[in-house]
């Protein structure tokens, strides 16, 4: 088995990887995105991660980002999830910040997050449509935004 490395990747690299593998998640929304990284088994691309602003206004103090989007191939050696959330948070660290969040359905274990060292810090309940109040815009339906959500936080 080869060793996995952390390697540069754009957001349009991560957000095709996104779309041709996440088995119930599309592209990250326009500018949804800060900054990515993959990684690699030493021949191949095999997982990505996609870090942004939280999707939560009242979290957005410029010192705690979301982690969006993780995505990794069915052949991926296990601990390549918790390897991404693992180095998400130490980038974001070192680029200054002080909280990393993510979120998981219910119906998903959180091993990965575990095994990286993040915590359950709450939930979300269902909801059944997402709209900017300001302007009005309102986001395509997705099945998952009528299920309960874990909020997961990175701890030192």
């Known amino acids: 088995m080869s060793k996995l490395q952390a ?3 754009t957001l349009r690299e991560a957000n095709d990887f996104v779309a041709n593998f996440h088995r119930h998640n599309g592209r990250t929304a326009r500018n949804g995105g800060k900054w990515a990284i993959g990684v690699s088994n030493g021949h191949e691309l095999i997982g990505v991660a996609i870090v942004g602003n ?3 206004a ?3 103090n410029g010192f705690t980002a979301e982690v969006l989007r993780v995505c990794v191939r069915d052949y991926a050696p296990k601990g390549t999830n918790s390897f991404l959330y693992s180095r998400c948070w130490r980038i974001w660290q070192i680029m200054g910040g002080t909280k990393l969040i993510t979120y998981t359905l219910q119906t998903e274990s ?5 095994g990286a ?9 269902p909801h059944d449509a997402w709209r900017r109040k300001k302007d009005n815009c309102k986001r395509n339906w997705q099945p998952i935004y009528g299920q309960l ?3 997961w936080e990175a701890v030192s």
Request: hydrophobic share 40%.
């Open 7 to 9: 390697i540069p990747i």
């Open 54 to 56: 939280p999707l939560s």
């Open 58 to 60: 009242t979290l957005m």
């Open 110 to 114: 959180g091993a990965s997050l575990r």
């Open 117 to 125: 060292g993040w915590k359950v810090v709450g939930q979300t309940k």
């Open 149 to 151: 959500k874990l909020r």
